[in-house]
């Protein structure tokens, strides 16, 4: 079974400092891997995604995510982080043509003053 | 653009009663689901459609019926409400294929008493 996991539920970081937020993957053939972004009382926002080609992807808000297929891993980065990137952040995999969406269990950024 | 729209934003319900949650999208897309989102659940497809005129069941599709008689509406009803069906509801909608990202409404908070 194809699936994604986000293994801390809670990443805290300093503003200015740099962000990663982690994601593993366990999906037969080649991954197709998003990340999506949720403000608190909003929708999830699509910030980036990785199809094939270049394993840096870059995305919305500056940020950006590495694809590893050795280590099954889509690691969310950002070099400075901002205190409006504080949010609520998805790992997703599609694993159909059905347009489903397979969620990690979310990660809580908190970025300090 | 207004991208994907539901009405309403919040709905308090008693036990037993119906209501119907619209999404509307303006963006001309194939795809349209429903996700529900409970804490510490992360987000749980209900619903989706492929296409005017067709629906299909997702992960918890019990107590809930959909139609899509347009192209740019899906409608999620609740025939008997349960207070297990306090959530917040989302719709998304994406063009054809597992590589295109999804588009999030901002949800409908609804409550049963």
């Known amino acids: 079974a194809q699936s994604v996991a986000q293994p801390e539920d809670q990443v805290n970081v300093a503003e200015g400092n740099p962000l990663t937020v982690k994601c593993t993957y366990s999906?037969?053939?080649?991954?197709?891997l998003f990340w999506y972004v949720q403000y608190p009382n909003r929708g999830l926002q699509f910030l980036l995604k990785?199809?094939?080609?270049?394993?840096l992807v870059k995305g919305s808000y500056g940020f950006e995510a590495e694809f590893n297929k050795s280590q099954t891993s889509f690691h969310l980065k950002k070099p400075s982080a901002l205190v409006s990137d504080s949010a609520l952040y998805f790992c997703?995999?599609?694993?159909?043509?059905?347009?489903?969406?397979?969620f990690g269990q979310g990660t809580t950024l908190q970025v300090k003053p | 653009n207004a991208g994907v729209t539901q009405t309403p934003k919040f709905r308090v319900l008693k036990t037993g009663q119906s209501m119907t949650l619209l999404c509307a999208q303006d963006?001309?897309?194939?795809?349209m689901y429903w996700y529900r989102q409970d804490p510490g659940m992360g987000l749980r497809l209900i619903h989706y459609?492929?296409?005017?005129?067709?629906?299909a069941k997702g992960e918890v599709p019990d107590g809930y019926n959909v139609s899509r008689l347009k192209k740019q509406n899906f409608l999620l009803g609740l025939e008997s409400a349960a207070p297990s069906q306090t959530s917040v509801y989302f719709c998304?909608?994406?063009?054809?294929?597992?590589?295109?990202?999804?588009?999030f409404g901002d949800g409908t908070r609804l409550s049963i008493l």
């Open positions: 998304a909608s994406s063009f054809v294929g597992s590589n295109q990202p999804q588009h």
């Open positions: 999906v037969s053939g080649n991954p197709y």
């Open positions: 990785y199809i094939t080609g270049d394993n």
């Open positions: 997703v995999v599609p694993p159909s043509n059905t347009g489903k969406l397979i």
């Open positions: 963006m001309n897309h194939e795809y």
């Open positions: 459609s492929v296409g005017e005129g067709t629906t």
